[in-house]
């Protein structure tokens, strides 16, 4: 990770609000939006109304095509719980039991004394351990640790599932001569890609302010930090940070963001987009379609380029094409 990307994600995605400084991020992030970004489309009725319209399609992440998109992972031993005596304890597991077998949407709820959970587990359990009776020892032992199970993938279910519904997502790329993002997102070379000239955009434009870039890591970010301070100030950026931290795998796309926080009711929308400096025909495109693009193209006064093979190598560069 660059240097520049470590003080912007400080700057807008630290777990203490005390430190956050949303335009310090902003500014840092400004000279470093890709001068153009684009978005491969395939020669469908929808992407050409959308191509003459000059729109684009938000999504929520759970309709993208990585079904692990804003995944969160938690710490359980460091998240809060009640500090309750055993039979309290057991009393609420068992209709937490009961709610969930009857198909309920059971979640914990919020400590009134909170502690630790690991903290609790060793607590009750050495308490537990000063009795005789071995089987009560191990039958409290075995709930206690399904019990931390089960509160552990409530929380999990429940943040994941509000990141994938309430957040709208715009996929971009910083390349246009990806022969993988051509043949997975263009029809195996027969589409097409939209060039955005975002260098033109100004700094306040939201297109641009909230154009992010993806995160590739290996492992899932700990939200644990988040969310372990009942009643403290919380990050409530926290869920935009979730939707660009992608496993890297996916590192080739070299994937830029618009990223929105507009809830579930309105996730899934339509964004006006700056008219295209160029569209790129891909380098397989059949005879029609390339006609039909330059048609388009002509009317708007839009650059046409189609990829080509470069002789001799396995790399693609765009090539301009006439449109008289």
């Known amino acids: 990770m660059e240097l520049w990307q470590q003080q912007f994600i400080r700057a807008l995605f630290h777990y203490s609000p005390e430190h956050l400084d949303i335009e310090r991020a902003f500014l840092v992030k400004h000279p470093h939006v890709p001068a153009r970004l684009y978005k491969y489309r395939q020669f469908t009725e929808y992407h050409l109304d959308a191509l003459k ?16 998109e804003a995944q969160v992972s938690f710490d359980v031993d460091r998240f809060k719980v009640e500090d ?52 009560k020892k191990e039958a409290f032992a075995s709930i206690v640790e399904e019990w931390s199970k089960e509160q552990a993938q409530a929380h999990v279910r429940s943040m994941s599932q509000q990141f994938r519904k309430g957040f709208s997502v715009l996929s971009l790329s910083a390349t246009a001569n990806s022969k993988l993002l051509w ?8 589409g097409f890609a939209i060039e955005y000239d975002f260098a033109s955009l100004p700094y306040g434009d939201l297109r641009r302010r ?30 935009q940070y979730m939707c660009l931290v992608k496993q890297d795998d996916w590192a080739y796309e070299k994937e830029w963001r ?32 390339e006609e039909t693009m330059r048609q388009m193209c002509k009317e708007r006064s839009v650059t046409l380029k189609r990829m080509v093979q470069k002789p001799g190598t396995f790399q693609l560069e765009p090539v301009q094409v006439a449109l008289d």
């Not at 995160?215 to 372990?228: I, N």
């Not at 929105?260 to 495109?285: D, T, W």
């Open 258 to 289: 618009i990223v929105q926080a507009i809830g579930p009711e309105h996730a899934n929308c339509e964004m006006r987009m700056p008219k295209p400096a160029a569209v790129i025909l891909g380098s397989q495109v059949s005879h029609s379609d």
């Open 183 to 190: 043949a997975h997102y263009s029809n195996s070379h027969k």
């Open 210 to 239: 909230l154009c992010f870039p993806v995160f590739y890591t290996t492992k899932l970010r700990d939200a644990t930090r988040y969310f372990d301070k009942p009643g403290k100030p919380f990050n409530n950026l926290f869920g």
């Open 84 to 135: 309750q005596s055993v039979d309290h304890f057991l009393a609420e597991a068992r209709r937490a039991r009961q709610a969930i077998e009857a198909g309920e949407d059971w979640r914990p709820t919020e400590p009134s004394r909170p502690i630790n959970a690991g903290d609790w587990r060793r607590q009750m359990v050495s308490t537990i351990l000063q009795s005789s009776d071995l089987s």
């Open 53 to 68: 319209k000059d729109v684009l399609w938000l999504s929520s992440p759970d309709r993208l095509n990585d079904p692990y």
